[in-house]
T-cell receptor, first 115, second 115 residues
Framework: NAGVTQTPKFRVLKTGQSMTLLCAQD?????MYWYRQDPGMGLRLIHY???????AKGEVPDGYNVSRLKKQNFLLGLESAAPSQTSVYFCASSSSRGVKVYEQYFGPGTRLTVT | QKEVEQDPGPLSVPEGAIVSLNCTYS??????FMWYRQYSRKGPELLMY????GNKEDGRFTAQVDKSSKYISLFIRDSQPSDSATYLC???????????????FGQGTILTVHP
């Protein structure tokens, strides 16, 4: 039982390059989330998904796209990376049942630097 | 002004001390209050959650919510070096339904417990 895994763990991009971050969970959770964490800002929700084939915008969605083609996977894409997207990205998942939505299981994070 | 404010610290205490961590918030719709713990270079993990006002105890940890003052606290008794981490408060309006587990996080407080 691996929980939530994220690939890659580290990445350095040049401005304008694109990349996709992959999140996978093996807990059969319905809900999945992408957050970014910056110093002094806490965790901010980028996009989330309440089920296979559905996605929605969070607090800071600009510059990112997501897809959830399979229940266990949630992909975060950066089409044209900018230095402002330098951050640590966390994926999380949770059950959809009542207060269990707040027991979110986080992956280990992806450290992204855009130069 | 951020919806959730949390003193980032850092907070340094001796082993065995009682630690008090706090958050204030402005959104009166928040009903669910969580504390997450994040070790260095790891993803956050849920410590406790409380609903509405009141106290909740789990071992050495006690969470308090005062909705009238829009103030929440986490107390750690008999603190241990293993408690050294960043503590994040998080809040949401409702369980399930249209909240979909969306959380608003504080900035996190860095805690060090030294032997």
């Amino acid at each position: 039982n691996a929980g939530v895994t994220q690939t890659p763990k580290f990445r350095v991009l040049k401005t304008g390059q694109s990349m996709t971050l992959l999140c996978a969970q093996d807990m059969n959770h319905e809900y999945m989330y992408w957050y970014r964490q910056d110093p002094g800002m806490g965790l901010r929700l980028i996009h989330y998904s309440v089920g296979e084939g559905t996605t929605a915008k969070g607090e800071v969605p600009d510059g990112y796209n997501v897809s959830r083609l399979k229940k266990q996977n949630f992909l975060l894409g950066l089409e044209s990376a900018a230095p402002s997207q330098t951050s640590v990205y966390f994926c999380a998942s949770s059950s959809s049942r009542g207060v269990k939505v707040y027991e979110q299981y986080f992956g280990p994070g992806t450290r992204l630097t855009v130069t | 002004q951020k919806e959730v404010e949390q003193d980032p610290g850092p907070l340094s205490v001796p082993e065995g001390a009682i630690v008090s961590l706090n958050c204030t918030y402005s959104n009166s719709a928040f009903q669910y209050f969580m504390w997450y713990r994040q070790y260095s270079r790891k993803g956050p993990e849920l410590l406790m959650y409380t609903y509405s006002s009141g106290n909740k105890e789990d071992g050495r940890f006690t969470a308090q919510v005062d909705k009238s003052s829009k103030y929440i606290s986490l107390f750690i008794r008999d603190s241990q070096p293993s408690d050294s981490a960043t503590y994040l408060c998080a809040m949401s309006g409702s369980a399930g339904g249209t909240s979909y587990g969306k959380l608003t996080f504080g900035q996190g407080t860095i805690l060090t417990v030294h032997p």
